[in-house]
């Protein structure tokens, strides 16, 4: 079984959330590149993943795309902060390859955390918080190989699934950098 790619996961019980959205959402195909939420514009709908996996952006000041976070199969999608906030959103999220989500509207999302959820939206928040500043902070802890180790190590499929440039994206490397760790690895007897 793969592990969960977003750790918030495990630290808060999502179920009824999820299990509202399947229950009540509209089942929707997404084609590779098309755009779920924009830079830019509040996002409408919270998702969970069926197949394909979402890649979520954002655009550097030299004007490159970004990639700054993933949701997979069984894991939401939405920019949750910003979008039951009402505020409009600081990264694109667009599907990686073809993909389905059942999707509800916030409304509706908000429905089901203030009846379902314990803790509420502040908990959410929270989590999500939680996550987005670990990771802010393993950038400064700790090197690209290390990086690299610890995605791999926590979910080892990745390299099925997503391109090796969304990944050096993500890792902030380039994918001749991240080429040259995997080689550097497999010599050492690594992964």
Request: aromatic share 12%.
């Given at each position: 079984?793969?592990?969960?790619?977003?750790?918030?996961?495990?630290?808060?019980?999502?179920?009824?959330?999820?299990?509202?959205?399947?229950?009540?959402?509209?089942?929707?195909?997404?084609?590779?590149?098309?755009?779920?939420?924009?830079?830019?514009?509040?996002?409408?709908?919270?998702?969970?993943?069926?197949?394909?996996?979402?890649?979520?952006?954002?655009?550097?000041?030299?004007?490159?795309e970004?990639?700054?976070?993933?949701?997979?199969?069984?894991?939401?999608?939405?920019?949750?902060?910003?979008?039951?906030?009402?505020?409009?959103?600081?990264?694109?999220?667009?599907?990686?390859?073809?993909?389905?989500?059942?999707?509800?509207?916030?409304?509706e999302?908000?429905?089901?955390?203030?009846?379902?959820?314990?803790?509420?939206?502040?908990?959410?928040?929270?989590?999500?918080?939680?996550?987005?500043?670990?990771?802010?902070?393993?950038?400064?802890?700790?090197?690209?190989?290390?990086?690299?180790?610890?995605?791999?190590?926590?979910?080892?499929?990745?390299?099925?699934?997503?391109?090796?440039?969304?990944?050096?994206?993500?890792?902030?490397?380039?994918?001749?950098?991240?080429?040259?760790?995997?080689?550097?690895?497999?010599?050492?007897?690594?992964k």
């Amino acid at each position: 079984m793969r592990s969960s790619f977003n750790e918030y996961k495990g630290r808060i019980d999502l179920s009824a959330l999820i299990d509202g959205c399947r229950e009540k959402g509209r089942l929707c195909h997404y084609a590779k590149g098309d755009v779920f939420v924009r830079e830019g514009e509040v996002g409408r709908y919270f998702g969970v993943v069926e197949s394909g996996y979402f890649k979520y952006t954002t655009i550097t000041t030299e004007g490159n795309e970004a990639v700054v976070g993933f949701a997979f199969e069984g894991e939401s999608v939405c920019d949750f902060n910003n979008s039951f906030q009402g505020i409009a959103s600081e990264v694109s999220i667009m599907a990686g390859t073809n993909a389905t989500v059942y999707r509800i509207t916030f409304n509706e999302a908000k429905d089901i955390v203030r009846n379902r959820i314990d803790g509420s939206q502040g908990t959410l928040i929270a989590e999500l918080f939680r996550e987005i500043y670990h990771r802010h902070l393993e950038l400064y802890r700790k090197s690209p190989t290390e990086r690299y180790i610890e995605l791999i190590n926590h979910y080892p499929d990745i390299f099925n699934i997503v391109t090796i440039k969304e990944i050096a994206s993500y890792l902030l490397v380039t994918p001749i950098y991240l080429s040259r760790i995997r080689k550097k690895l497999l010599k050492t007897g690594q992964k």
